[in-house]
């Protein structure tokens, strides 16, 4: 029977665990069933999709109590930190840019086409 994660939700960590190693349990229990071929075929990918539900909720858990120990800080954690692309983290901040603007006179730090694209 599928589980009902606004329930979940609700739940601490330490009852979380506790859900998560029942539903594993429960997991075992079908495929030792399976081979009487006594249970369902949908029982077993329904027991796994639960696993994942419950341990969703877990890991959603754990990283907002990251966030709110560490939102505080300058420097964020690795693992907190928003998933960008190389070109994105690499680039300067506007702060940077602004003072290499103000170093290079005022010129414009990108290249000025001079030409059209349709010819």
């Not at 027991?47 to 994942?52: E, G, K, L, Q, S």
Request: no cysteine; proline share 3%; charged share 40%.
């Amino acid at each position: 029977m599928k589980i009902n994660v606004e329930e979940i939700r609700s739940k601490s960590l330490e009852e979380l665990e506790v859900i998560i190693n029942e539903l594993k349990s429960e997991q075992l229990r079908l495929r030792q069933q399976k081979n009487s071929h006594s249970i369902k075929p949908h029982e077993l990918k329904e027991a796994r999709r639960n696993i994942a539900r419950a341990m969703t909720v877990r890991t959603e858990k754990l990283y907002e109590q990251a966030w709110n120990k560490h939102k505080n800080d300058k420097v964020l954690p690795k693992e907190l930190r928003p998933k960008l692309t190389r070109a994105k983290r690499l680039a300067l901040t506007p702060k940077q840019q602004r003072k290499r603007e103000k170093h290079m006179g005022g010129y414009r730090t990108t290249k000025k086409i001079y030409y059209s694209l349709s010819e």
